[in-house]
Nanobody, 120 residues
Framework: HVQLVESGGGSVQAGGSLKLSCVASAPIGRTCAFYWYRQAPGKGREWVSTIKGDDLIGYDPSVKGRFIITRDNSKNAVYLQMNNLKSDDTAVYYC???????????????WGQGTQVTVS
């Protein structure tokens, strides 16, 4: 079972930046996806961004143009650079990853414990 560990959360003023990291305990298939989700207080978990392979990338409209997702397969890691942060970005941010099995990517089989981001 692969474990995902997020880091990089914290408190920042509006307009500031943070970079989240998520490191997997074992390789995620190069063609498989990493995801970032977030959950604000009193709300459900919402999708933020996906990177599948090296260059298939998507963002929720609320973060597009401000957040950048990247991955480093040599480190089994995915990152989320968050710029121009707003109070609405306050949430617990979760990393998720596919499980590679028999040449298939099983979506979002692995989840991290989350890291808190607070924007004031």
């Amino acid at each position: 079972h692969v474990q995902l560990v997020e880091s990089g959360g914290g408190s920042v003023q509006a307009g500031g930046s943070l970079k989240l990291s998520c490191v997997a305990s074992a390789p995620i298939g190069r063609t498989c996806a990493f995801y970032w989700y977030r959950q604000a207080p009193g709300k459900g978990r919402e999708w933020v961004s996906t990177i599948k392979g090296d260059d298939l990338i998507g963002y929720d409209p609320s973060v597009k143009g401000r957040f950048i997702i990247t991955r480093d397969n040599s480190k089994n890691a995915v990152y989320l650079q968050m710029n121009n942060l707003k109070s609405d970005d306050t949430a617990v941010y979760y990393c998720a990853a596919d499980r590679y099995s028999e040449r298939l990517c099983l979506q979002k089989e692995y989840w991290g414990q989350g890291t808190q981001v607070t924007v004031s």
